[in-house]
């Protein structure tokens, strides 16, 4: 409702909600409760983006996957009627990059790896699910259906995605039950700045924010 307010836009707002939701319930499978090695096997199935890929993924899995699945072709086949060009490729590849960052989010907590800042934040630019999300609005409102490109992330959907990332770390994990599985910024710069509290790393996130 807050970016697509024309009320002749109630189709939009539904397919993006869909898309909103599936990053927060993948988010989840990647943060609570899959292993490395089934988050693995999740995020090849995702490449391949074939029904059958789903018989090599845990049961609790499945339905995530063939939904997803489900989805976002019928989002891109929606979006062919309409636009006469089908995104379903790029609409791929927003889900693919989106899992390869959940996945070395999930690899570095397993190894017990705090990755710079730097590193954690370029990473949690596209695990931060916006710029999926993003792809998905502009092919819903018929723009850049030749011209978006996985690759080409623009400056508003980083500048985005950044803000989110960042405000979303100075909560606390613990209240998403997670158990501090999905890391934060303030940990990453703790780390690198050994002598700073934690009220010092809140600032400087909170400045970063309104840079």
Known sequence: MAVLTDPKMSQ??????????FVYVIDDI????????ELTLFTQAVKRWELVAMLDLPEYMRSTYKA??????????NIHKIYGQNPTQNLRNAWVSLCNAFLKEAKWFAFGVVPTTDDYLKN?????????????????????????????????????????RLWDDLGS???ENQEGKD?????????????????????HVIKLNRR
Request: hydrophobic share 40%; glycine share 8%.
């Open 30 to 37: 990647f943060d609570v409760y899959g292993t490395i090695e």
């Open 124 to 164: 949690g630019i596209v695990s931060s699910g916006v710029h999926a999300v993003l792809v998905h609005m502009f092919y819903l409102l018929g723009l850049g259906v030749s011209s978006i490109h996985l690759e080409d992330v623009s400056a508003i959907s980083s500048s985005v995605a950044t803000i989110l």
């Open 183 to 203: 890391g934060s910024y303030i940990e990453c710069y703790m780390k690198e700045n050994k002598d700073t509290s934690i009220e010092l790393a809140r600032e």
């Open 12 to 21: 939009q707002r539904i397919e993006l909600a869909k898309c909103i939701s």
């Open 173 to 175: 994990a613990k209240d």
């Open 68 to 77: 997803l699945y489900d989805t976002i072709n019928d989002i891109g086949y």
